[in-house]
T-cell receptor
């Protein structure tokens, strides 16, 4: 049973470009969470999704950031027009139920030049 | 607004001794608490949890204590082993959201 899969593991973008991070939850998990870890900081909640629905996006910046979890395929975290402050590790976690145990992926590290 | 706080960014402990990692929270609505362990370049992995209706949960070398009146929880690792060296995050749940602390980096010295 594969764990939570995130790709790419490392992504380098220039300012103004778009970044797309993908997350495939564990088999049987329909709840996906995205977290961001900035240097010297803890994990900050961004968004909570179920299949085809955004349940809670209160942690998402109002502009440039969006997330989806389509009926088929992985969850996508999309960052448009990236800026240097977007450089961080982005972790995806899945759960079989709401507020159940979270299983984390290995993270995607975004570097904006 | 940091609702879950880990005030010690780092901790060093001799192998075989007890490691105590602390966590404070501000939201009395949290109903479940967890500890996660993270190695470099890996995602956090679940370690141990405790419901708000309990004050202690034990799993092998790991014990979590919850003091609701003080809004404080702690993770005890005894005896500490070099393989325990990692960053430990405490987390609290209310509603849909998990709130994580900033982490404590534990180093166990052989």
């Amino acid at each position: 049973n594969a764990g939570v899969m995130q790709n790419p593991r490392h992504l380098v973008r220039r300012r103004g470009q778009e970044a797309r991070l993908r997350c495939s939850p564990m088999k049987g998990h329909s709840h996906v969470y995205w977290y961001r870890q900035l240097p010297e900081e803890g994990l900050k909640f961004m968004v909570y999704l179920q299949k085809e629905n955004i349940i809670d996006e209160s942690g998402m910046p109002k502009e440039r950031f969006s997330a989806e979890f389509p009926k088929e395929g992985p969850s996508i975290l999309r960052i448009q027009q990236v800026v240097r402050g977007d450089s961080a590790a982005y972790f995806c976690a899945s759960s079989p139920m709401r507020a159940g145990e979270l299983f984390f992926g290995e993270g995607s590290r975004l570097t904006v030049l | 607004d940091q609702q879950v706080k880990q005030n010690s960014p780092s901790l060093s402990v001799q192998e075989g001794r007890i490691s105590i990692l602390n966590c404070d929270y501000t939201n009395s609505m949290f109903d479940y608490f967890l500890w996660y362990k993270k190695y470099p370049a890996e995602g956090p992995t679940f370690l141990i949890s405790i419901s708000s209706i309990k004050d202690k949960n034990e799993d092998g070398r790991f014990t979590v204590f919850l003091n609701k009146s003080a809004k404080h929880l702690s993770l005890h690792i005894v005896p500490s082993q070099p393989g325990d060296s990692a960053v430990y995050f405490c987390a609290a749940i209310t509603g849909n959201q998990f709130y994580f602390g900033t982490g404590t980096s534990l180093t166990v010295i052989p």
